[in-house]
Structure formats: C-alpha cells, structure tokens
C-alpha cells in the first residue's frame, strides 16, 4: 500500500491540476450557452474560470495532504477540508464534463417539448439544475460556487417569479381572469412554451442556489471575497 | 404478464432497498441505496404509464436529493459512517458497537410506530379500487349520469382547448395556473429563506 502511495499522489495531483485548469471553461462554456437558450440570460463569469482556476491550487494540495493523512488513518482532516462529497478522480471529472451539455440539453428539450411529449418545466428545470450540481459532484462546490455568478443565480429565479407573475396580471388587462391564457393574441401553446419557460428558471435556480449554498454553509465571516475564501472554508468546517 | 414479472421484480427490489436504507450502518452506503430505491420507484412509475412523474421522480429523488443527503452529512458526521460516530450516538441509535457488523439492531419502539402507521395505510390501500376500474374516482372520466369528470374533461378537452396533447402539463399551466402560481411563490420563498438563514442574503 505505501509502495503504491506516493506514485498515485503525484499522479492526482498533476492530473487533477491539468484536467481542471481545462476543463472548468469547458464545461462552463457549454452550461452557459444553454442557459443563454432558455433564459435568454448570460451570466457574466468570464473572469470566474481563471479565478476559479487559481483556487484549484491550494485546494488540491489540501486534498494532496489529505490523501497522507488518510493514509496515516486521521479521517476528520479529510473531511473537512474536500468540498466535494465525492472523491474527485480524472474519470470523475472528465465523465462530467462530457455528460453536463447533454444534461442540459435534455433540460431545455423537456421544458420546451412538454407540450406535445412527456416532460414539462419542472422536470427540464430539475434536470437543468442537476448539470450543475453534478459539475458541483466533481469539481468540488466551492469552486463551483465562485465560478457561477451568484447574482446570476439570483437573478435566474427571480426572473422566473416576474415572468411567470407578469403572465399572469397580464391577463387582466387584456380583459381575462387572472392566468386566464386564451385572452394573449399568441396561441395557448405559445403562452404555455413562455410559462413554461419562467418556470423552469425558477426552478433550476432555486434547486441550484439549494445545492450551491447549501453546500457553502454557514459562513459568517465570508463576504464573498476571493482573498479571505481559504480561511472562510476553514471557518465554515469549523463551524459546520 | 411480462410486465407483471417485471413489476412484482421491482417492487421486490425497491422494498429490499427501503429495508436496507433503514437497516445499513453505513449512512454513505444507505444514501446510495436510497437513490437506487428512487431509481426503481422511477422505473415503476414508466410501468405505470407516468412519464412525467418518473422524470421528476429520477431527477429530484435520485439526483438532488441524495446529493442534499450526501452534503448533509459531509457537514456533519463525515462520509465514512462507523468512525465518525460519537460514542453516545453509537449507543443510542445502534445498541452496539460498530464491530458488529454492517447492519444495525432492530429499535423496537420505532418499529412498533413503524406498524402503527404501516398496518391502516396498507388497508387502506388494499380497500382502493383497482387501476382502471370503473367506479376508480380519479380514473373515471365520466360519473354515472354521463356528465364528464374533472379527469374526464382535461382528457377530452386539452387537445381542443389548450392546442397541445399533454394533458399533465395543460392541467399545470393552462386548467390550473393558480396552483402552479401558488407551487412557485413556495419555490421563490425556499430559495430566499436558504440565503437568509444561512445568511448569505449579502449576495444580492
């Protein structure tokens, strides 16, 4: 087992190094074009691969250290400080990064094809929002979490919440009930594919921002700054 | 009566998987198998004709959901399950140390709630017609006097009314709009009461 140690953490390491420094724009890339599709929403996180990027570095030689303390047989160092509940391997990483534009892509097929096959908004904003929480799986959630734009996510459901609010009080000028559909001069299905829209933002934002932050923890001293995050994650350990 | 082989397999399965998910000392392996439980759950839903709901029934029980379980108890206990117990938890939820080996003791109070409520939901599910049966008050499309149902009326309308075939979603957005309304204001309120108790409102 010793024997074998010390060549397979050198291996992680470099490997985990190279796959993330490539693949986080990747898989970025391809989450925000669909969320472009669907939301007609860009979230602005191009400085956020690199910083992203540059948080990688002290996080993988933690989990580096952490590998010899479980080798040592002390599990709580591990514990604490890996962000990802799973433990991150190439094969990990590079299956999500593969899958994630699909997922996504079944995410904006359900919600827009609900009409006329099995699927609708719920479902394609679930399945939307599980592409990120299996980047979240792979990459680990704190650096997942600094790569999205977190008013982004924010602002996700509550354009969803307008969208959807905005449908429904439209209604009554128009000289309908509220949610009453057939007043709109655009085809019941068109409103139902702009509803459905609103709600699978909401949707995915909200199961996002549920996994995100709720992954984050409680962390009190961290106002979102870049140069207090390691001591914030330490904090949130602590606390948590 | 394939599909009946298959159906009794599953619910075969997902019962030995619920048992498992109660029974396991191991709370990361119990996550995995609850996930597997969904999964089945899922599968039988497809069996059952509900597309829809299995979509949901994968996505968010076997997807989100054990992901929630899996952060839950990284922040917590820790994912490897017998070392990081305390000593009083051990006591108290296991009855035995953790040598004993993969599954934990019986708690026999619990299991006599268990039954409690196990033993009346069952009848009452046996005292429940049968799928498709005529007088079945959610699958009826007409009552007695040929007057259509509330089922009834979306099945036969949706395609005419709404302009599109899927009944399930012409009922979320189209008949019942209020209550979808109502579901997301319930959505909007869980994320904003995430960011206000774990603090982290400072975002926006």
Do not use: C
């Not at chain 1, 890996?82 to 534009?101: D, E, G, M, N, Y």
């Not at chain 2, 305390?86 to 035995?96: I, L, P, Q, S, W």
Request: aromatic share 6%; glycine share 12%; charged share 20%.
């Amino acid at each position: 087992m010793t024997g074998d140690d010390t060549p397979r953490d050198v291996d992680k390491s470099d490997d985990g190094m190279d796959s993330t420094s490539e693949s986080r724009p990747d898989g970025g890339t391809d989450a925000n074009a669909a969320d472009e599709d669907v939301h007609g929403y860009v979230p602005e996180d191009d400085p956020d691969p690199k910083e992203a990027v540059t948080e990688e570095k002290p996080r993988t030689e933690t989990q580096d250290t952490a590998e010899d303390a479980r080798s040592g047989g002390v599990v709580d160092e591990r514990v604490e400080k890996t962000t990802s509940p799973v433990i991150q391997t190439p094969v990990v990483k590079t299956v999500a990064r593969i899958l994630t534009p699909f997922v996504v892509a079944f995410g904006v097929y359900l919600t827009l094809f609900g009409t006329s096959l099995p699927g609708g908004a719920f479902q394609g904003g679930v399945v939307m929002a599980s592409a990120i929480v299996l980047i979240g799986l792979a990459f680990g959630f704190d650096p997942t979490r600094k790569w999205i734009d977190p008013l982004g996510l924010a602002g996700l459901f509550v354009l969803g919440a307008f969208l959807f609010g905005g449908i429904a009080v439209a209604a009554v000028p128009l000289g309908g009930a509220i949610l009453e559909l057939f007043v709109f001069p655009l085809s019941v299905e068109d409103m139902v594919k702009l509803a459905e829209v609103a709600i699978a933002a909401l949707v995915s934002g909200v199961i996002t921002g549920l996994v995100i932050w709720l992954a984050a923890g409680y962390e009190k001293a961290e106002k979102d700054g870049n140069a207090t995050s390691e001591n914030g994650n330490g904090n949130g350990g602590d606390n948590a | 009566m394939m599909w009946l082989g298959l159906e009794l397999a599953l619910i075969l399965f997902v019962v030995a998987a619920a048992v498992l998910v109660a029974f396991a000392r191991d709370i990361v392996g119990a996550i995995v198998t609850f996930a597997a439980f969904t999964l089945g759950i899922a599968v039988i839903w497809v069996l059952l004709a509900a597309p829809d709901v299995a979509l949901i029934e994968a996505a968010v029980g076997a997807g989100v959901t054990s992901v929630l379980f899996l952060i839950t108890v990284m922040k917590t206990t820790g994912m490897s399950g017998e070392s990081e117990e305390t000593g009083a938890r051990t006591a108290e939820t296991d009855g035995g140390s953790a040598a004993d080996g993969p599954f934990r003791s019986i708690n026999v109070p619990a299991l006599m709630m268990v039954g409690a409520l196990a033993i009346p939901l069952g009848y009452v599910i046996l005292s429940l017609e049968p799928v498709g049966a005529e007088n079945a008050p959610a699958v009826a499309e007409t009552y007695a006097d040929g007057q259509l149902t509330p089922y009834g009326h979306y099945i036969e309308n949706t395609l005419e009314e709404a302009g599109f075939p899927n009944a399930v979603v012409s009922v979320l957005v189209v008949y019942r709009g209020l209550d979808t309304l109502g579901e997301l204001i319930v959505a909007f309120a869980a994320a904003v009461s995430i960011l206000v108790v774990l603090e982290r409102e400072d975002i926006l």
